[in-house]
């Protein structure tokens, strides 16, 4: 979605077909794999993953399922997730996207985890949770941080620049929508340089508009309908596609029609919504419908207007975007209202009011699973009572046979008619459980995924917080901070992926936990290796959570005191097993060690101790100079699934 944008010349669908069909073809003949998914997801983007593109990319799946390589599955998948996003099939994309980075390895593929990242944001945009996209955006800018650029080969370089530019662009627009407009305009400067001094004109023109329209939603319409021409002049300069150059059309409409130049607005709009329209754009379609039918309503055609935004509010429903749907209910509401139709105009102002609530209410989810969960009990227990009445019908059955004989053939048609309406009924019992059962899941399952989005805007926000603070034991405070809440992000975003939503793997858990605190602690040039050797248990949140925040703080701990001087020699070995009734955790480290007990009361060594009480568990210590230390963890109360 967001990467650094190229462009294809125009082509009719024939002409497109074939240029697709000759590719599959081509690629076919090539002998690098890696290359042969290059060559069809970059065209597929290039084709800005029309749905003719869909070919293309399904070969590329195929190819990598055949060859089962991560780099392969990897950005197969990132173009999958693109198709759908352009396509507005945005549950489809995040499935995707999600897949396409549980493959990525950051060595090999630098820039894919961070555009993964930026097309997630946008799907979060168009759901309306404009706080959730920025915590994404800024997750794929820190994902951006990390890359050491002087290590980048010519190309690598270009493209990073890119990367950087269309990262910035995006924060500059969320900034702008959460009315944040000086950290929106320093975003939008700064893209905007980079892409000329790249010479990318699209991209620049791209820009401007988008600071255009900041300035249109701040009143200021002359400004705004200056940098809309400049950004159309920028576009047709770099060679844009039409659907490029046509937004900056529908901009310039909506900036004439603020200033009261109907006619010059009007012209404007017709000629972008025709041109959407024919070209099946679906979103840009409904704003210029959108767009048109406020025009409507201010010169006084009523019913211009409400044909407009009705189809607008359609389109907008069907696509699940929350803020084109309120911008064609307030059209309608206030029309309806003109023409003295009070009802409608009531039904759309209570559809704006509801579109513009939260997406997910805490509570309402919090009620539905209880109810859900009362629901499968009183059915599980009605299956219950009916199995046992009929073990005691049947017991009662060979008793009568035992006595009366001669009414055997009268009994057995009897009850086996009755046993037969039974069977029925525990039919029909039994499909409802397992729907009962389906629904909990799913909604259990959306619960982790909310919860894990949650948490990651916490992430995000401490992260935000920790680049614009200069205050160095501040500093770490904060990092510490947002690592404890990304070994709870893996916990819920695990409960998603997975099937087991109520309990977690040690083994996958501990395996990415430990990685994700090494990458995210070690800058020294020399990195401490680490040794992992986990029983695979699985656990329920109750003990995974606080376990997960121990070993967070004993590997922190020890990367930080343990080593004066990284060495190829310093290692740190993570043990995790069940010993009889108990579970044991340890960390050993062969470091400079140390004399005596700990007596600090940091909050790390505060927090340890607390979470040990909750898990009935006692940590201790055993150390000598210069010949490392081990920290034991053992814990006598868990649950294990």
């Known amino acids: 979605m967001l990467s650094?944008?190229?462009?294809?010349?125009?082509?009719?669908?024939?002409?497109?077909?074939?240029?697709?069909?000759?590719?599959?073809?081509?690629?076919?003949?090539?002998?690098?794999?890696?290359?042969k998914i290059r060559v069809l997801t970059s065209n597929a983007g290039q084709f800005r993953y029309s749905k003719d593109s869909r070919a293309l990319i399904d070969k590329a799946i195929s190819i990598s399922k055949r060859n089962n390589d991560a780099k392969l599955f990897a950005n197969s998948y990132y173009s999958l997730g693109n198709f759908f996003y352009y396509n507005s099939q945005l549950d489809s994309a995040e499935i995707y996207l999600d897949k396409s980075i549980s493959y990525v390895n950051d060595k090999t593929m630098p820039f894919l985890r961070a555009s993964n990242l930026m097309t997630k944001s946008g799907i979060y945009s168009k759901q309306g949770n404009i706080p959730l996209a920025l915590a994404t955006m800024l997750n794929s800018k820190r994902a951006l941080d990390k890359i050491d650029s002087l290590k980048l080969d010519k190309k690598q370089r270009s493209k990073f620049k890119g990367e950087s530019l269309v990262l910035n662009n995006a924060l500059a627009?969320?900034?702008?929508?959460?009315?944040?407009?000086?950290?929106a305009v320093g975003y939008y400067n700064d893209a905007y340089e980079a892409a000329l001094n790249l010479g990318s004109f699209a991209n620049a023109g791209i820009i401007i508009s988008n600071k255009g329209e900041l300035l249109l939603s701040q009143g200021k319409y002359e400004e705004a309908l200056k940098l809309f021409n400049e950004g159309k002049v920028l576009k047709e300069k770099g060679k844009a596609p039409m659907r490029f150059i046509m937004s900056s059309v529908l901009n310039i409409g909506n900036a004439h029609s603020k200033l009261k130049n109907y006619d010059k607005a009007l012209k404007n709009l017709n000629e972008a919504h025709n041109y959407y329209e024919e070209a099946g754009v679906t979103e840009n379609l409904t704003i210029a419908k959108n767009y048109r039918g406020n025009l409507y309503f201010e010169t006084g055609k009523h019913n211009l207007a409400i044909e407009d935004c009705d189809k607008a509010k359609s389109l907008a429903i069907e696509t699940g975007n929350l803020e084109l749907t309120a911008e064609a209910c307030d059209c309608l509401s206030k029309t309806y209202k003109a023409t003295r139709n009070y009802d409608k105009a009531l039904d759309n102002f209570q559809l704006l009011t509801k579109t513009k609530d939260s997406i997910f209410n805490k509570n309402n989810i919090k009620k539905q699973t209880q109810q859900e969960m009362e629901y499968e009990f009183n059915k599980t227990q009605e299956l219950n009572a009916i199995e046992l009445e009929a073990k005691e019908k049947q017991s009662k059955l060979y008793s009568y046979l035992a006595v009366l004989g001669l009414l055997l053939v009268l009994v057995l048609g009897f009850f086996s008619y009755r046993n037969k309406k039974q069977s029925i009924t525990l039919a029909k019992q039994k499909k409802l459980l397992e729907a009962s059962v389906d629904e909990k899941n799913v909604l259990l399952k959306e619960t982790h995924h909310r919860v894990k989005n949650s948490f990651q805007i916490v992430s995000s926000l401490l992260y935000l917080q920790s680049e614009s603070v200069e205050d160095k034991e501040a500093k770490i405070a904060i990092k510490e901070a947002e690592n404890r809440v990304r070994s709870m992000v893996l916990i819920h975003q695990k409960l998603y992926n997975k099937d087991e939503l109520v309990g977690i793997n040690t083994h996958d858990y501990f395996n990415d936990l430990v990685r994700d605190i090494f990458e995210s602690h070690q800058f020294e040039s020399e990195a401490i290796k680490y040794e992992l050797n986990v029983e695979s248990l699985v656990l329920d949140i109750e003990t995974i959570t606080p376990i997960g925040l121990i070993l967070n703080e004993l590997i922190v701990n020890t990367i930080k005191h343990a080593f004066d001087k990284v060495t190829p020699e310093s290692k740190i070995n993570i043990q995790f097993h069940k010993e009889a009734e108990q579970l044991v955790l340890k960390v050993i480290d062969n470091g400079k060690g140390f004399e005596g007990e700990i007596k600090s009361t940091s909050f790390g060594i505060t927090l340890m101790k607390a979470l040990s009480k909750k898990l009935k568990a006692t940590l201790n210590y055993k150390s000598e100079l210069n010949k490392g230390t081990e920290a034991t963890l053992v814990i006598n109360k868990y649950k294990l699934l």
């Open 4 to 35: 650094f944008l190229s462009f294809l010349p125009a082509q009719n669908n024939l002409d497109k077909q074939k240029v697709i069909d000759s590719l599959i073809s081509t690629v076919d003949t090539y002998t690098d794999n890696y290359e």
């Open 173 to 183: 627009n969320y900034y702008n929508q959460m009315e944040e407009f000086d950290k």
